[in-house]
């Protein structure tokens, strides 16, 4: 079958040195033909580039509900992030992930135990800080803290700014990241 060649073969990412099958690793504990049904496994694309992966997530809304009980954006991060690692065997070595915040996304910056705080509140949080302690760079637009009045004490530690967040994300792009 021409699917579990496109598909499901060994190969050699971009970066020239990994290989390994797809998955690498389960998310559920059941193989794709257990979880999903019978020929799942040789439908099922996975990612090629497994080295040096580049991209960047622009977040320029707060909520993803009408009651902002879920944070816009932040869930298919902590996603790729398992996708990488869990299914297709990745390290924090091979991948960059930079999220650019600006707009109505600014109080996900915020630091709730900021000496002096912000008017606006942080919501998410700890779902912030689990990003920053895994090692994703987030970088906040310096047009929406000027719009916002936020200042920099008033950050998230790790959190880092860029002069526009539009600017800083076609930088990134120009820089061989993907854009999502």
Do not use: W
Not at 139 to 158: D, E, H, S
């Amino acid at each position: 079958m021409v699917l579990s060649v496109i598909f499901n073969s060994p190969f050699v990412s971009a970066g020239g040195s990994k290989s390994a099958q797809c998955p690498v690793g389960l998310v559920s504990g059941m193989t794709l033909d257990e979880e999903f049904g019978p020929g799942t496994q040789q439908a099922t694309r996975c990612i090629k580039v497994r080295e040096k992966v580049k991209v960047v997530f622009v977040l320029n809304k707060l909520c993803a509900n009408a009651t902002c009980t879920q944070c816009y954006g932040i869930n298919n991060i902590e996603n790729v992030i398992e996708d990488y690692e869990i299914t297709h065997g990745m390290s924090r070595a091979d991948y960059d992930i930079v999220v650019v915040l600006y707009g109505p996304s600014y109080p996900l910056v915020l630091n709730n135990q900021s000496p002096t705080p912000h008017a606006s509140t942080n919501p998410f949080q700890a779902k912030i800080q689990g990003l920053l302690d895994k090692g994703i760079k987030i970088q906040f637009c310096q047009n929406t803290a000027r719009a916002q009045i936020v200042k920099f004490n008033q950050l998230m530690p790790g959190i880092t700014f860029v002069t526009g967040g539009i600017t800083a994300t076609a930088d990134y792009q120009a820089l061989g990241y993907s854009v999502i």
